[in-house]
Structure formats: C-alpha cells, structure tokens
C-alpha cells in the first residue's frame, strides 16, 4: 500500500475497540473532514488483542489500519500495558499492585500491576511482541508508544511495596553500595540507633513511620528506575522485530527520571492537560523536551482540545484555546500535536472529556477550528515547519527529577513546592521577557550555552555536572546559581566542612548565617541604589574580594552581602544567597546577559511566547499569544505570515490565542 506522510503531524487517540467496526468508514471520513493526518490506537486494548493468554486476535486491527493508511492517515501504534485483561490477574494475582500499607489492587483499573513483577512482564512482552511482528513493518505505522503515562508518584500509594519490589530495592542498595556498612555510614545510620545488620532489613516505605529522609529518596529513585527499566524492556522487544519511531508518552508529573526515561526511545513523547494561564507551564515542559533529543523533535501525544473530564468536566475553554494549545508544541520544537481524544467516550471513567467528535457522532463546537489549525499547520505552513528549528538564545535553566526527590525527602524549607518555585520566580518572569531558553537536565552537555542559571539543586555532583561547570566557567561561561544550591551530597547529607561543596571554594566567599525563609521577606540593597526582597532562603555572604551586587537591609544579617560576583578563569559566578523578586532576576539576567550575548529575542507583549527559528526553510519565526489577551510584536524586519500570506513589518497586532509563523523576507 503506497503511504507517504509528513510532519507536521495533527490527530488524536482513537479507540476502535470501543465502537462498531461498520463506524470506521464515517469516523475516517470526519477525520479527513477535520484535517488530521494521524491516530493513535490500541493503548488500552489488551482484552480485544488477547481475549485469553496465548490467544491472539489483531484482525480487527490490521483492518483498522489498513483502512486509515489508505485514507492517508498515519497510525502512532500502543502497547497496552496498562490495562491487563481480568484473565491475567485472576490466574496471576501476583502481578497486582501493592499499597504500602499492605493493600492489593485489584483489577478494574489501569496501572494497577507492579513494574518489576517478573510474571506480568512476561506477558507485557508477549503482547508486544505479537504486535510488533504484525505492525512494525506495516506503512501506515508511523510510531510507536509504549503503554501509557508510566510514573509512580513519589512515596504515596502509586508507589507498589509488593515484596518483589522490596527484594529488587534491597539488591538496587547492595549494588550500589557494596556492603551493609557503608549504607549506614553514609546514611549515618547511627542517629536514632537506625543502622541495618543486612540488605534484608530495608523497609518499604510507610505512609504512618517516620521514615529515614535518605530511604523515602532512595526507595523514590528505586522505582523511578523500575518503571523506566520496564518500558526499556518494550522498547528492546519492538526494536528486535523491526519498530522504529518508539517513545512512551509520558505526563511530565515528578518522581520519574524524564532524562532517563527517554535514553533508549527514538521520539520523546508528552502528554499534558494544562488550562487558560496553565499554557505558560505547558511552555516550561516544552522547553525541557526539547534539548532532551536536541536532533528529534518531540511529540504532543495527548492534550485536550477544550475541556478535561472523567465524570464531571474541568469547564469551558474560550474561543481560540484551541488553537493556542494545538499549536504551542510545535511552535516550541515539537513535530507531532494530538488531542484525547478523537471521540468523547460514551461511558466509562473519562466520558466528560471534550472531544473534535461527540459520542453520537456530532460536530464539536471547535470543529471549524481543528479544520483552520490543519490548514495553517500543514498546508500553509508544513513545510517551513519541516525546514526550520527553534534557534538556540544561549540561555538555560537547569532542572533535574532527584532534586525534586531530595527536597521533597527533605525540604530545606517549609512547604517548599521545586516546580511552583522554578516556575514562578524563573521560569515565567523570563519568558514574560522575551527570554528564550532551554531547561536542562545535569546531564545535558553545556558547550551551547553562554549563561546558566541553577537554583534550587541541592547536589550538583549529579551527571558529573559539577566537574562540566567548572570547566564551562573557566572557559568563559556565566553562571547565576542559587539559593539552596550545592547545599547536600547525593545521600541528601549536609556537607561539615561548609555549608556548601564547592561553592565558597570557587567563589572565595564565607557564609557565616543561614535562615529559611517563608513566609519572612527580608530587604535588599542593590548595587545601581534601587530596593527589594529577597524570598525563600536567605545566605549570608563575606565577600574576600568578590563583588557585592545585593546587601540585606533588614534581618540578623544587615549590611551583609546577599548576592555576590566572582571571577573564575575567564568566566563568573553569580552567587545567589537568596531568591530576589521576578524582576529583579529578570533584571539581573539581562544585565549579565547583556555581556555575554543571551538577549531577549523580540519585543513583545509579555503574554506572547516569540521563538525563532532557521534551516533550510529560511529565518524566521513562529509565536503564539498565552493569556487570552490582545497582544502586540514589533519585528526587527519585514516577514510574510505563511498562515495568510500577508507581509508584516513594524509593530503588529495579534488576537487573544493568536498564532503567527513568519519568513523573513
């Protein structure tokens, strides 16, 4: 069957199984009405694929996506981990999940079976080998997605304390630490009379015991990699039979390692569910997909196209929400923008959700608008889209999932929340500012940019990151770091010889006073005379020499340095001994980026995300307004809008939602 197809890639998930198989002709139909190029199937169809082990039943699928590819509609096609048939848990009951307070899940869920559990991978690769030797080499098939928003939830009850995990934890901690003894010391075990005699002794964490920090954040980590290590098995099992296109769509909520996740997948993969203001932290996710797999673009595989639901709806989404929303993945880098879901489903857990088709085959009220975003997205602009990448500012903030477990096991402050924070005091008043930036992991190499910022990471030895700083700065780098940085070792101790591992080392400065902060706001100084707060944690700083840009002027530490520059090698250090106001970083950023070349990219209203991009396409841009807001954008040069082929120049006018994708001319 002769099948071609191109990103931009535009559809949504649909469920065959759930429908009379005569509806296919009219869904394709609505779908090639509605201008979309690509479904994904099967993610929950386990029962239908499998009505009993060993027994397989994938006809009805191949017809399904026989039809779909002839129409010229690509097929991202699912692994159904998630939801085993009743079949598997009553013959293995030893699959199902367990609640740390000794609970076994039963069946009538999804994601109610442990990772680890050698019985139930067994079967998973069963299926998906079935299915791998029947669609990987079928034209239609685009993609792959393994199961479906794998994450456990830190130490609360997605967290499965079977005995299988408690043995694979107890092994995980011999590995890593080789003997009983030095799991203690370096747990200092001793406090409270905590120390273990043998690896068999490990808990599993309980929700009513007080529990070691170091456990709760290990055994976190624990089943981070447990479940990263079961999608790594999908995906070996689809690559031996010839899958290409793999990824798992993942819902970027914490407690999972995303970085690592994504080692062994071809296309990053992301869901997400975010309303009204909520597109700019949608933006923040989309910034850290992005340099993951700097060479792939990622794929939006499920967002909602107007409101959210499971038996009651999250509410109604102005006119051109959906427009922004579909088009804010590919504005930032991505290839691939889906909704959940194609059909609203007719009854079950998430019937409420809104969808481009109704569950008795009506129009949506959007439906217009999904044919308007199709026509811009791939016949107007797909083409440029195609050519072109975001270009890089040379700006990035770093981000990391064990920092979210260390201060989640051990918060510095109280009610401390590492995501809010980054976004609210970092993030936000950032791209306000027209700051184009990439969040990063430890991991990520840094040689593409000029200025790094870092708060809120306790160990920067992780990735090696602290020997890649070192010779980032010496060669010339910017480094904005802190609060609450380079303040724990990877067991989540705190260092004794300072209060920091190498930050006074590197900076010459001593800090001789320490206070959390919150809700207390003491009063900062500047430099150029201008007056603030500092927030979240305050540092006290005696400078040796280096440069005192923000004194406190209230609190124990009056007249102390709160914010100090040092010179190391050819670069600097900008050391941050509290969070100072969103303007004030923005400001800070900006005076520092001024000097080494990370400007703001446009000049903007502060609710439009501007990003440009380059290739073989040609310069130029694309935007999207986030606030539902009238917005305005002042172009450095004349450009066509690829939409309607209008030549802009000068300061132009954008509606609330409004989306642009410019040439230069």
Same mark, same amino acid.
């Given at each position: 069957?002769?099948?071609?197809?191109?990103?931009?890639?535009?559809?949504?998930?649909?469920?065959?199984?759930?429908?009379?198989?005569?509806?296919?002709?009219?869904?394709?139909?609505?779908?090639?009405?509605?201008?979309?190029?690509?479904?994904?199937? +099967?993610?929950?169809?386990?029962?239908?694929?499998?009505?009993?082990?060993?027994?397989?039943?994938?006809?009805?699928?191949?017809?399904?996506?026989?039809?779909?590819?002839?129409?010229?509609?690509?097929?991202?096609?699912?692994?159904?981990?998630?939801?085993?048939?009743?079949?598997?848990?009553?013959?293995?009951?030893?699959?199902?999940?367990? $609640?740390?307070?000794?609970?076994?899940?039963?069946?009538?869920?999804?994601?109610?079976?442990?990772?680890?559990?050698?019985?139930?991978?067994? /079967?998973?690769?069963?299926?998906?080998?079935?299915?791998?030797?029947?669609?990987? @080499?079928?034209?239609?098939?685009?993609?792959? !997605?393994?199961?479906?928003?794998?994450?456990?939830?830190?130490?609360?009850?997605?967290?499965?304390?079977?005995?299988?995990?408690?043995?694979?934890?107890? #092994?995980?901690?011999?590995?890593?630490?080789?003997?009983?003894?030095?799991?203690?010391?370096?747990?200092?075990?001793?406090?409270?009379?905590?120390?273990?005699?043998?690896?068999?002794? =490990?808990?599993?964490?309980?929700?009513?015991?007080?529990?070691?920090?170091?456990?709760? +954040?290990?055994?976190?980590?624990?089943?981070?990699?447990?479940?990263?290590?079961?999608?790594?098995?999908?995906?070996?099992?689809?690559?031996?039979?010839?899958?290409?296109?793999?990824?798992?769509?993942?819902?970027?909520?914490?407690?999972?390692?995303?970085?690592?996740?994504?080692?062994?997948?071809?296309?990053?993969?992301?869901?997400?569910?975010?309303?009204?203001?909520? /597109?700019?932290?949608?933006?923040?996710?989309?910034?850290?997909?992005?340099?993951?797999?700097?060479?792939?673009? *990622?794929?939006?595989?499920? %967002?909602?196209?107007?409101?959210?639901?499971?038996?009651?709806?999250?509410?109604?989404?102005?006119?051109?929400?959906?427009? %922004?929303?579909?088009?804010?993945?590919?504005?930032?880098?991505? #290839?691939? @923008?889906?909704?959940?879901?194609?059909?609203?489903?007719?009854?079950?857990?998430?019937?409420?959700?809104?969808?481009?088709?109704?569950?008795?085959?009506?129009?949506?009220?959007?439906?217009?608008?999904?044919?308007?975003?199709?026509?811009?997205?791939?016949?107007?602009?797909?083409?440029?889209?195609?050519?072109?990448?975001?270009?890089?500012?040379?700006?990035?903030?770093?981000?990391?999932?064990?920092?979210?477990?260390?201060?989640?096991?051990?918060?510095?402050?109280?009610?401390?929340?590492? =995501?809010?924070?980054? =976004?609210?005091?970092?993030?936000?008043?950032?791209?306000?500012? !027209? *700051?184009?930036?990439?969040?990063?992991?430890?991991?990520?190499?840094?040689?593409?940019?000029?200025?790094?910022?870092?708060?809120?990471?306790?160990?920067?030895?992780?990735?090696?990151?602290?020997?890649? &700083?070192?010779?980032?700065?010496?060669?010339?780098?910017?480094?904005?770091?802190?609060?609450?940085?380079?303040?724990?070792?990877?067991?989540?101790?705190?260092?004794?010889?300072?209060? *920091?591992?190498?930050?006074?080392?590197?900076?010459?400065?001593?800090?001789? /006073?320490?206070?959390?902060?919150?809700?207390?706001?003491?009063?900062?100084?500047?430099?150029?005379?201008?007056?603030?707060?500092?927030?979240?944690?305050?540092?006290?700083?005696?400078?040796?020499? $280096?440069?005192?840009?923000?004194?406190?002027?209230?609190?124990?530490?009056?007249?102390? %340095?709160?914010?100090?520059?040092?010179?190391?090698?050819?670069?600097?250090?900008?050391?941050?001994?509290?969070?100072?106001?969103? #303007?004030?970083?923005?400001?800070?950023?900006?005076?520092?980026?001024?000097?080494?070349?990370? &400007?703001?990219?446009? !000049?903007?209203?502060?609710?439009?995300? *501007?990003?440009?991009?380059?290739?073989?396409?040609?310069?130029?841009?694309?935007?999207?307004?986030?606030?539902?807001?009238?917005?305005? =954008?002042?172009?450095?040069?004349? +450009?066509?809008? /690829?939409?309607?082929?209008?030549?802009?120049?000068?300061?132009?006018?954008?509606? $609330?939602?409004?989306?642009?994708?410019?040439?230069?001319?």
């Amino acid at each position: 069957m002769p099948f071609e197809l191109k990103p931009p890639y535009y559809g949504a998930a649909y469920y065959p199984e759930d429908w009379p198989e005569s509806q296919i002709d009219e869904d394709i139909r609505l779908m090639k009405e509605a201008g979309m190029n690509v479904m994904r199937i +099967a993610e929950f169809a386990w029962s239908r694929m499998e009505p009993e082990e060993g027994r397989f039943e994938l006809d009805w699928l191949t017809r399904v996506i026989d039809k779909l590819g002839a129409a010229g509609i690509g097929v991202v096609m699912c692994t159904p981990g998630a939801t085993p048939p009743v079949w598997a848990v009553e013959r293995y009951p030893e699959i199902l999940f367990v $609640a740390p307070d000794g609970t076994k899940w039963i069946h009538g869920s999804r994601r109610h079976t442990c990772p680890n559990n050698s019985t139930y991978r067994r /079967l998973c690769r069963a299926v998906v080998t079935e299915l791998a030797k029947k669609f990987a @080499s079928h034209p239609a098939v685009i993609g792959w !997605q393994i199961d479906n928003e794998v994450f456990p939830v830190n130490f609360d009850s997605r967290s499965c304390c079977c005995p299988v995990c408690q043995r694979e934890f107890q #092994e995980m901690m011999r590995q890593r630490f080789g003997s009983i003894d030095k799991l203690n010391d370096a747990w200092c075990n001793t406090l409270w009379s905590m120390e273990y005699q043998s690896f068999s002794q =490990l808990p599993v964490p309980r929700k009513d015991v007080w529990h070691h920090p170091t456990l709760l +954040a290990s055994w976190s980590e624990f089943m981070s990699k447990s479940y990263i290590d079961f999608v790594w098995e999908h995906a070996d099992v689809l690559r031996e039979n010839g899958a290409k296109m793999i990824g798992t769509d993942m819902m970027m909520i914490l407690g999972i390692d995303h970085y690592e996740m994504n080692l062994k997948m071809d296309v990053v993969q992301y869901n997400h569910y975010h309303f009204h203001q909520g /597109l700019r932290d949608a933006a923040f996710w989309f910034d850290m997909l992005r340099p993951i797999k700097p060479d792939q673009p *990622f794929w939006n595989t499920e %967002a909602a196209p107007s409101w959210a639901g499971a038996t009651t709806t999250s509410g109604y989404q102005t006119d051109g929400f959906c427009r %922004a929303n579909t088009w804010m993945p590919i504005i930032q880098g991505g #290839e691939a @923008s889906m909704y959940w879901v194609w059909y609203s489903h007719r009854t079950g857990q998430e019937q409420m959700f809104g969808s481009p088709v109704s569950s008795c085959g009506r129009k949506s009220h959007f439906f217009a608008e999904c044919q308007r975003i199709s026509d811009g997205m791939i016949d107007k602009a797909g083409e440029y889209l195609r050519t072109t990448r975001p270009t890089g500012s040379g700006l990035a903030l770093h981000f990391s999932d064990f920092a979210n477990i260390q201060v989640s096991a051990v918060p510095q402050v109280n009610g401390f929340d590492l =995501l809010s924070k980054m =976004l609210s005091m970092v993030y936000h008043p950032l791209i306000r500012s !027209q *700051f184009r930036l990439d969040v990063i992991y430890p991991v990520v190499e840094l040689d593409a940019y000029k200025m790094i910022l870092t708060p809120f990471l306790p160990w920067i030895g992780e990735s090696g990151l602290q020997q890649k &700083l070192h010779k980032w700065i010496t060669d010339g780098g910017t480094w904005i770091v802190g609060p609450m940085t380079d303040v724990r070792d990877q067991h989540l101790s705190k260092f004794t010889h300072s209060p *920091f591992g190498v930050l006074e080392e590197w900076t010459g400065v001593y800090s001789d /006073l320490q206070i959390p902060g919150e809700p207390v706001e003491f009063g900062l100084k500047w430099q150029d005379g201008s007056e603030s707060q500092g927030s979240v944690w305050f540092d006290s700083f005696q400078p040796n020499g $280096a440069k005192v840009i923000a004194s406190y002027t209230d609190g124990p530490f009056v007249g102390d %340095a709160a914010i100090v520059e040092a010179k190391m090698g050819k670069g600097k250090i900008v050391l941050m001994g509290t969070m100072p106001k969103p #303007e004030q970083l923005v400001k800070l950023v900006a005076q520092y980026g001024a000097e080494c070349g990370v &400007l703001p990219v446009a !000049q903007a209203s502060d609710s439009l995300l *501007f990003v440009p991009r380059d290739g073989a396409g040609g310069e130029g841009f694309a935007a999207v307004e986030m606030d539902n807001k009238p917005a305005t =954008l002042t172009l450095s040069r004349p +450009a066509v809008d /690829l939409i309607t082929g209008q030549t802009l120049s000068g300061t132009i006018d954008l509606p $609330a939602y409004g989306v642009l994708v410019g040439r230069y001319l």
